[in-house]
């Protein structure tokens, strides 16, 4: 499909673990963004990049999150150590957004369910 | 701590009764934007609103923009089961970031 794709959609990893996390945003999409939502909670921002250089990473919560889109299209979000706190469903999303314009759409995945165990 | 407060956190409506969800920041935004979103799946955008005490219309929902921007309320005339979903408002920097509030799950019985 043309939409962003997200893999996995479910992870279960235990506590002290690695995890990637895929995105695959829309073509041509030059904004991707990678957020975080619990149960009956709205989208939690992490990092923004524009290309492939981070233009906002203040939302990622410490330094065992990571994420990286090195050519400006697929991105990775990379989880160290993993705590139980760390479940959540993992969201990615692109936008044809560019600096300097008001306001842009946001394209949803489906997002990557991880579970901490 | 949300930057966007929205309230009620949760509302329960008989189908055709009108219903008012509002967004609240103490943040000016260059814009804001309304998502809903269904179980299992992302938000879908439902529109953004850019100009202060603008408003929009939407097939039989309304969106208000408050003249300072910091402020959005999303009203739904004669609700439907199909509205049922987490309606989510979002705030835009003028650099791209876009943060969620917690949202309002609305639900409407037939």
């Known amino acids: 499909g043309a939409g962003v794709s997200q893999t996995p959609s479910n992870k279960v990893t235990e506590k002290g673990k690695y995890v990637e996390l895929r995105c695959d945003p829309i073509?041509?999409?030059?904004?991707l963004y990678w957020y975080r939502q619990s149960l009956g909670q709205g989208p939690e921002f992490l990092i923004y990049f524009q290309g492939t250089g981070a233009a906002d990473d203040s939302g990622l919560p410490n330094d065992r999150f990571f994420a990286v889109r090195p050519e400006g299209s697929v991105s990775t979000l990379k989880i160290q150590r993993t705590e139980r706190g760390d479940s959540a469903v993992y969201l990615c999303?692109?936008?044809?957004?560019?600096?300097?314009?008001?306001?842009?759409?946001?394209?949803f995945g489906e997002g990557s369910r991880l579970t901490v165990l | 701590t949300q930057l966007l407060e929205q309230s009620p956190q949760f509302l329960s409506i008989q189908e055709g009764e009108n219903l008012t969800v509002y967004c609240n920041s103490s943040?000016?935004?260059?814009?804001l934007q309304w998502y809903r979103q269904e179980p299992g799946e992302g938000p879908v955008l439902l529109v953004t609103?850019?100009?202060?005490?603008e408003v929009k219309k939407l097939k039989r929902l309304t969106f208000q923009f408050g003249d300072a921007r910091k402020d959005s309320s999303l009203h739904i005339t004669a609700a439907q089961p199909g509205d049922t979903g987490l309606y989510l408002c979002?705030?835009?920097?003028?650099?791209?970031?876009?943060?969620f509030g917690a949202g309002t799950q609305v639900v409407v019985t037939p």
């Open positions: 609103v850019v100009t202060g005490g």
């Open positions: 999303a692109s936008s044809r957004w560019a600096p300097g314009e008001k306001a842009g759409e946001l394209f």
């Open positions: 943040s000016v935004f260059s814009s």
């Open positions: 979002a705030g835009a920097d003028s650099w791209g970031k876009l943060q």
């Open positions: 073509s041509g999409h030059t904004a």
